[in-house]
């Protein structure tokens, strides 16, 4: 079926005469939803419903056919919803007894009466402005990087956590392998085989608290060797120089065009190794072509070593993928991933694979830095990648991501009229560039103000750029999307209206 149209029979159960009310049963009523989203409206409403308790955990949703009659529905677009609850981990069908609630989506805390509004300082952000940022209340969420948390595979989670428990030693209980436990790194490595290309074995593996701390360990390393600088794309994440700053290294700026990295720039800086983000660059989404993979290439075999973080290579929709630059260069490439795309940056779980001759020194730092991963998060996942159940979630992920991304471009066609949009063929974020207008660090704090959260393109380059957003649609819902890019394109417009 195709979720993203309505079908005829559809638009002909849904002609309701004016005045005919919604159905009781949470006083729904589709001539709300927007034309060729009626499963996501449905969706939506029934998850909102399970957040805020109107259906408790432990309710049952009406049998199919019952809403569908009610809400004037074909029964497809019901058992879409129904399905999408389920793959969420919200409901779960109890054969003949119906489908119930079984868990209810995390909600944001409510700000205290009496707290300050969070103060975020768009124009000079500082090493806690993301802490800011998402301490902001807001109704729409477009932040770069932020997965869709409602979709984390709760059923699934459970029952291999379920499973994990109930055949696991004692002596499982004590401290684990600094490098990570063998299971979760021979699962990383045959999932790395499949979906990267990567040649690899359990003892290339270190488990890492995301790449966040993959960065801090290689960091750590690097200055023992003497290296100062870590040069960096540009435009390239702040949040990844802010990082490598805080452990002592300097980070050059490098331009990226439209082949991605310049090597003739970095090898001007000087820097003897560099952070990149190949497969597709944050933010402005350039895959690294050919030609400069080549020249990469010959740079790092003169002695350069490359930290290469895939953060996102797996949400891919109308390419093919790309290989990594470590299934080319294994000795000079330090390879990151996590979970936090595909799962949640809550489980903090990561990898990183580093040229042997660093191995030691890496392990040495995860083990002094907290002793190890957790062992239990590493046994579940390790099961999940196993079963296959992680590959299911990645395609069910980009589905959703595939419609939002969709969504995103053509509110932004609507609204933001001679906006350049960047990177819409894979990942989890557009990146919009004007030609001319208001400081994009003025235009996000006044739509903040108006409950939408943007990041300025500014804030992830050192050297002049054009003036834009970083917009995330992973984890809010189209109609969430359509709003919040509506209320960036009036702050735009009102602001080059006084200028």
């Known amino acids: 079926m195709n979720r993203s149209k309505e079908s005829a029979s559809d638009r002909s159960i849904r002609s309701v005469p004016p005045g005919t009310p919604g159905s009781d049963f949470l006083r729904l009523d589709a001539a709300e939803a927007p034309p060729g ?16 308790g109107r259906l408790p955990v432990g309710s049952r949703l009406p049998p199919t056919r019952v809403l569908a009659a009610d809400l004037r529905l074909s029964r ?15 409901t779960a069908g109890r054969g003949r007894n119906g489908t119930f609630v079984v868990a209810a989506p995390a909600r944001a805390p409510a700000p205290r009466p009496g707290l300050p509004r969070a103060d975020v300082h768009f124009a000079t952000p500082g090493t806690d402005v993301y ?13 770069p990087g932020l997965p869709d948390l409602s979709a984390f595979p709760r059923a699934a989670w459970l029952a291999a956590e379920r ?62 060797e003497g290296i100062t600088d ?9 949040g990844a120089r802010q990082h490598f700053r805080y452990w002592g290294l300097g980070t050059p700026p490098v331009p990226v065009d439209a082949e991605g990295v310049r090597v003739d720039a ?12 190949p497969a597709h660059q944050f933010p402005t989404g350039v895959v690294l ?50 979970v936090s795309k595909l799962f949640a940056p809550a489980l903090r779980v990561g990898w990183l694979l580093a040229p042997p001759r660093y191995r030691e020194a890496l392990v040495e730092a995860k083990r002094f830095s907290d002793l190890g991963n957790p062992v239990l998060p590493q046994l579940v996942l390790a099961r999940l990648l196993m079963s296959g159940e992680l590959e299911r979630h990645l395609r069910f992920l980009r589905r959703r991501h595939h419609r939002r991304r969709d969504a995103m471009i053509e509110a932004i066609a609507a609204h933001l009229p001679g906006a350049v949009v960047h990177g819409a063929a894979a990942g989890v974020n557009l990146m919009v560039t004007f030609a001319s207008g208001p400081a994009d660090t003025e235009v996000a704090a006044a739509a903040l103000e108006r409950g939408v959260k943007v990041q300025p393109l500014s804030w992830h380059c050192q050297l002049p750029y054009s003036q834009g ?3 995330g649609y992973a984890a809010c819902p189209t109609a969430g999307i359509t709003e919040g890019v509506a209320v960036l394109g009036d702050v735009l417009s009102r602001r080059r209206a006084v200028s």
């Open 37 to 52: 989203g009626l499963a996501d409206w449905l969706t939506e409403r029934l998850r909102a419903a399970i957040a805020d």
């Open 76 to 90: 497809g677009v019901v058992i879409e919803a129904y399905r999408r609850l389920g793959e969420d981990g919200h």
């Open 469 to 471: 957003f970083v917009l």
């Open 289 to 338: 072509g050919g030609g400069r993979r080549r020249e990469l290439l010959r740079w790092a075999a003169e002695g350069g070593l490359v930290f290469e973080d895939d953060y996102d290579a797996e949400h891919r929709y109308d390419r093919p993928p790309v290989a990594p630059l470590r299934s080319l260069l294994t000795d000079r490439v330090c390879y990151a991933g996590s």
């Open 163 to 224: 499973a994990v428990l109930g055949g696991l030693a004692s002596r499982a209980f004590g401290y684990g392998d600094p490098r990570g436990e063998p299971e979760l790194r021979r699962a990383l490595a045959d999932w790395l085989a499949r979906t990267r290309g990567i040649r690899a074995d359990a003892d290339d593996v270190v488990v890492v608290a995301g790449v966040a701390q993959a960065m801090g360990l290689v960091a750590q390393v690097l200055r023992s």
């Open 266 to 277: 970095l090898r001007a800086t000087g820097a003897r190794a560099v952070l990149l983000t």
């Open 131 to 143: 802490d800011a940022i998402r301490g902001a209340p807001a109704r729409v969420d477009l932040s």
């Open 230 to 238: 870590i040069a960096v794309e540009d435009p390239g994440s702040l």
